[in-house]
């Protein structure tokens, strides 16, 4: 008996079936599209992750090889005008290479080599060994030409025996080829970043190398891999081809493993790095999801939300990871720019030193001979018009007593002060800096105490502030200059010792500051200005002058009110005067030997010497000077410091062998020499130039007290 379904149960069925098989099929159909979706996933997260982490190394190679270049840059100035035989023999350039060595972690060493082919100077060794470098790969490139930044193959160093690479640049003189400079990079200094960089990732690694496939450092790195990678590479093909960078799959050739890369040339060089990761790794997790999905395919949808929950947090970690990365080139950055401002101002001290020392040995001469026809004129008219020329040298004086301070070669040397007087005197100048469109005003104290400061020093103070002030009113404003005296009752700020302080503030109506911009607003290198447009040492100067002569400074700024800066200093004690009384000149006259390259200066000085009633014996330098004190007795050595050949310094040192405790008193143009300071401390006396006769006298009066009676 055939058994009929009915249609209802016919249609039950039916759908019983159908969800029977949708019971199978969409955990087939959800199974292999969260597949599908997970590995597209991971592959595009592994992609960006070496995009961004190669992006972030090619940053920090750039930044090195700009700190390199910089580098060649102060080491070409630095012999700029020597010969090669002054090069060689020159223990100064060797200990600026050291210098450099030790400022910048990443050289291993900095060195010269001559037109020849031979190793001049370098940070090494100093004398250094002549090794013949004419085989070398940046010899040969300069021979044959190239003149810019060149990044050699690596190799092991002769001196060091350590693995390192060179970057080097050719020295031309006249348009010819003369010799070259270079630094050697430490691999060492990459691989360290590198470790940090890939602590994130694992297998990963990462390489430095030239466009030609020379690989430079490999990190981590493995023995017996090639040390240049193949023109037919997936990679080398792709930088062959021409975009900057990029990404890829290829099989190695070493471990037969399938590897993503990403590649990126450092700007403006032939140096390429390139990120590996092992795809095993980045599947790795693929298969893990792959394996959950099996399990749980009926519970697709909670297993995709684990999934994309554990995605999320694997993001969170790689963006953590590559934060850490970026903050860490960032603060490099800084660090670097940081230097090279450095390395402008010292450059820019240097030379306003040396014209600062030109110009005193030429006023020197000026003032010394016009104080000496003063004193022989009697002509009203005449007198007159010497005055005025002794008034525009003195300002040419002070004037370069400002570059000294500048230049950061001019010692504190703080005395009384009448801090209005100042502020009057420099009136036209700091006017001047304030621009036209900035209305300058004065609050200052009737009976202001004076202050314990260095004149100078104190005329840059306000100029710095005057600048500063400007800057924030670039529209226009006002500034106002105030001097209040503050006893130890008085609102002084923490930390100052109960006593009592001159107080110099500049207000201005300017941008203000915010709160955390006033914080660091004393640090040094901080600056809110654009690139170029501040070095970030102004407020740290006046913060510095003010605790080195034991008061403070303070800043008070608020957004859209303006900004005080206040500057505290203490009172100087009114027993002591500025100046030294005139007394009367040594009762005999004395035997000196005046020493001075500088013919006017020398012609000046023994003048004036004469006038004070002493007999004079001259030498234009050291030899002849010592020569002077074997054949005649002198009660006094005076010489210049700063002089060709033999030093000031070098010359005591020779005349207190041939006359122990012969009295010396040293004559510089240049005061911030550091090699002074040991003189000073054995008792010599100092006298900058110019100087006036009763300046002179003062200082002979004080070396006279120390002489044994005849």
Same mark, same amino acid.
């Given at each position: 008996?055939?058994?009929?379904?009915?249609?209802?149960?016919?249609?039950?069925?039916?759908?019983?079936? /159908?969800?029977?098989?949708?019971?199978?099929?969409?955990?087939?159909?959800?199974?292999?599209?969260?597949?599908?979706?997970?590995?597209?996933?991971?592959?595009?997260?592994?992609?960006?992750?070496?995009?961004?982490?190669?992006?972030?190394?090619?940053?920090?190679?750039?930044?090195?090889?700009?700190?390199?270049?910089?580098?060649?840059?102060?080491?070409?100035?630095?012999?700029?005008?020597?010969?090669?035989?002054?090069? /060689?023999?020159?223990?100064?350039?060797?200990?600026?290479?050291?210098?450099?060595?030790?400022?910048?972690?990443?050289?291993?060493?900095?060195?010269?080599?001559?037109?020849?082919?031979?190793?001049?100077?370098?940070?090494?060794?100093?004398?250094?060994?002549?090794?013949?470098?004419?085989?070398?790969?940046?010899?040969?490139?300069?021979?044959?030409?190239?003149?810019?930044?060149?990044?050699?193959?690596?190799?092991?160093?002769?001196?060091?025996?350590?693995?390192?690479?060179?970057?080097?640049?050719?020295?031309?003189?006249?348009?010819?080829?003369?010799?070259?400079?270079?630094?050697?990079?430490?691999?060492?200094?990459?691989?360290?970043?590198?470790?940090?960089?890939?602590?994130?990732?694992?297998?990963?690694?990462?390489?430095?190398?030239?466009?030609?496939?020379?690989?430079?450092?490999?990190?981590?790195?493995?023995? /017996?891999?090639?040390?240049?990678?193949?023109?037919?590479?997936?990679?080398?093909?792709?930088?062959?081809?021409?975009?900057?960078?990029?990404?890829?799959?290829?099989?190695?050739?070493? %471990?037969?493993?399938?590897?993503?890369?990403?590649?990126?040339?450092?700007?403006?060089?032939?140096?390429?790095?390139?990120?590996?990761?092992?795809?095993?790794?980045?599947?790795?997790?693929?298969?893990?999801?792959?394996?959950?999905?099996?399990?749980?395919?009926?519970?697709?949808?909670?297993?995709?939300?684990?999934?994309?929950?554990?995605?999320?947090?694997?993001?969170?970690?790689?963006?953590?990871?590559?934060?850490?990365?970026?903050?860490?080139?960032?603060?490099?950055?800084?660090?670097?720019?940081?230097?090279?401002?450095?390395?402008?101002?010292?450059?820019?001290?240097?030379?306003?030193?040396?014209?600062?020392?030109?110009?005193?040995?030429?006023?020197?001469?000026?003032?010394?001979?016009?104080?000496?026809?003063?004193?022989?004129?009697?002509?009203?008219?005449?007198?007159?018009?010497?005055?005025?020329?002794?008034?525009?040298?003195?300002?040419?004086?002070?004037?370069?007593?400002?570059?000294?301070?500048?230049?950061?070669?001019?010692?504190?040397?703080?005395?009384?002060?009448?801090?209005?007087?100042?502020?009057?005197?420099?009136?036209?100048?700091?006017?001047?800096?304030?621009?036209?469109?900035?209305?300058?005003?004065?609050?200052?104290?009737? %009976?202001?105490?004076?202050?314990?400061?260095?004149?100078?020093?104190?005329?840059?103070?306000?100029?710095?502030?005057?600048?500063?002030?400007?800057?924030?009113?670039?529209?226009?404003?006002?500034?106002?200059?105030?001097?209040?005296?503050?006893?130890?009752?008085?609102?002084?700020?923490?930390?100052?010792?109960?006593?009592?302080?001159?107080?110099?503030?500049?207000?201005?109506?300017?941008?203000?500051?915010?709160?955390?911009?006033?914080?660091?607003?004393?640090?040094?290198?901080?600056?809110?200005?654009?690139?170029?447009?501040?070095?970030?040492?102004?407020?740290?100067?006046?913060?510095?002058?003010?605790?080195?002569?034991?008061?403070?400074?303070?800043?008070?700024?608020?957004?859209?009110?303006?900004?005080?800066?206040?500057?505290?200093?203490?009172?100087?004690?009114?027993?002591?005067?500025?100046?030294?009384?005139?007394?009367?000149?040594?009762?005999?006259?004395?035997?000196?030997?005046?020493?001075?390259?500088?013919?006017?200066?020398?012609?000046?000085?023994?003048?004036?010497?004469?006038?004070?009633?002493?007999?004079?014996?001259?030498?234009?330098?050291?030899?002849?000077?010592?020569?002077?004190?074997?054949?005649?007795?002198?009660?006094?050595?005076?010489?210049?410091?700063?002089?060709?050949?033999?030093?000031?310094?070098?010359?005591?040192?020779?005349?207190?062998?041939?006359?122990?405790?012969?009295?010396?008193?040293?004559?510089?143009?240049?005061?911030?020499?550091?090699?002074?300071?040991?003189?000073?401390?054995?008792?010599?006396?100092?006298?900058?130039?110019?100087?006036?006769?009763?300046?002179?006298?003062?200082?002979?009066?004080?070396?006279?007290?120390?002489?044994?009676?005849?």
């Amino acid at each position: 008996m055939v058994r009929l379904v009915p249609a209802k149960a016919k249609r039950r069925e039916q759908a019983a079936a /159908g969800w029977l098989a949708a019971s199978i099929l969409a955990p087939v159909l959800m199974f292999g599209a969260a597949a599908w979706y997970d590995h597209s996933s991971v592959m595009a997260r592994a992609r960006d992750t070496a995009t961004a982490t190669t992006h972030a190394l090619a940053e920090h190679a750039d930044a090195v090889m700009q700190t390199a270049a910089l580098a060649l840059d102060l080491q070409t100035q630095r012999i700029k005008g020597m010969s090669w035989t002054e090069i /060689g023999h020159s223990e100064a350039v060797h200990q600026f290479l050291v210098g450099l060595t030790r400022q910048l972690p990443q050289l291993q060493s900095a060195f010269f080599v001559d037109a020849n082919g031979f190793n001049s100077v370098s940070s090494r060794a100093f004398p250094m060994y002549p090794y013949d470098d004419r085989d070398r790969e940046y010899f040969q490139a300069a021979v044959k030409g190239r003149l810019g930044l060149l990044v050699t193959s690596p190799f092991d160093s002769r001196a060091a025996g350590a693995a390192g690479f060179v970057v080097s640049r050719a020295c031309v003189t006249d348009g010819h080829f003369d010799g070259i400079a270079a630094v050697t990079l430490s691999p060492e200094y990459f691989r360290g970043f590198y470790e940090s960089a890939l602590a994130w990732h694992r297998g990963a690694s990462a390489a430095l190398l030239r466009r030609d496939g020379t690989i430079l450092v490999r990190y981590p790195s493995e023995p /017996g891999l090639s040390s240049k990678i193949a023109p037919d590479r997936p990679v080398m093909q792709a930088l062959a081809r021409g975009p900057d960078s990029g990404t890829g799959e290829a099989r190695s050739r070493y %471990d037969h493993r399938e590897k993503m890369f990403a590649y990126r040339t450092v700007h403006q060089t032939d140096l390429v790095v390139i990120y590996t990761l092992d795809l095993q790794q980045v599947l790795a997790e693929w298969y893990q999801h792959l394996a959950i999905f099996a399990a749980f395919a009926v519970l697709a949808s909670t297993a995709l939300l684990l999934t994309s929950r554990r995605a999320m947090q694997q993001a969170a970690r790689e963006q953590a990871g590559l934060q850490v990365l970026l903050d860490e080139t960032e603060r490099r950055q800084r660090a670097e720019m940081a230097l090279q401002q450095a390395a402008k101002l010292e450059a820019l001290g240097r030379l306003t030193g040396g014209v600062a020392h030109d110009f005193n040995n030429l006023l020197a001469a000026v003032l010394g001979s016009l104080e000496l026809a003063l004193r022989r004129v009697q002509d009203p008219r005449l007198v007159r018009q010497l005055t005025i020329a002794q008034q525009a040298a003195q300002r040419g004086a002070r004037l370069t007593a400002q570059m000294l301070s500048f230049a950061r070669k001019r010692v504190i040397a703080p005395r009384p002060v009448a801090v209005n007087d100042l502020i009057r005197e420099a009136e036209e100048l700091l006017r001047r800096a304030c621009g036209g469109a900035v209305q300058v005003g004065y609050d200052l104290e009737q %009976d202001l105490w004076r202050a314990l400061a260095d004149p100078t020093q104190l005329e840059l103070v306000l100029l710095n502030l005057v600048t500063n002030a400007r800057d924030a009113m670039p529209d226009g404003g006002s500034l106002t200059f105030i001097t209040r005296n503050m006893q130890p009752e008085g609102d002084l700020p923490a930390g100052l010792a109960r006593r009592d302080y001159v107080l110099v503030a500049v207000r201005d109506t300017g941008s203000g500051m915010a709160e955390e911009i006033r914080r660091s607003a004393f640090e040094p290198f901080f600056t809110t200005k654009g690139p170029g447009q501040g070095t970030g040492l102004g407020l740290s100067m006046v913060h510095g002058f003010a605790n080195q002569l034991g008061g403070t400074a303070t800043l008070d700024s608020e957004p859209g009110r303006g900004t005080t800066v206040s500057v505290y200093l203490p009172r100087a004690d009114d027993s002591i005067d500025d100046e030294e009384e005139p007394s009367a000149d040594p009762a005999r006259p004395l035997e000196v030997l005046l020493v001075d390259d500088d013919a006017g200066a020398r012609a000046s000085a023994r003048d004036m010497l004469i006038e004070l009633g002493h007999n004079v014996a001259e030498a234009p330098g050291g030899e002849p000077a010592l020569e002077l004190l074997q054949t005649r007795h002198f009660d006094l050595l005076v010489a210049d410091f700063a002089m060709p050949g033999m030093n000031g310094a070098e010359l005591a040192d020779a005349a207190a062998r041939l006359v122990p405790d012969l009295p010396i008193v040293f004559v510089t143009g240049y005061a911030g020499d550091d090699s002074l300071r040991s003189w000073t401390a054995r008792g010599c006396q100092i006298v900058e130039k110019p100087f006036s006769l009763e300046k002179i006298a003062a200082v002979l009066r004080r070396t006279s007290r120390a002489m044994p009676a005849p």
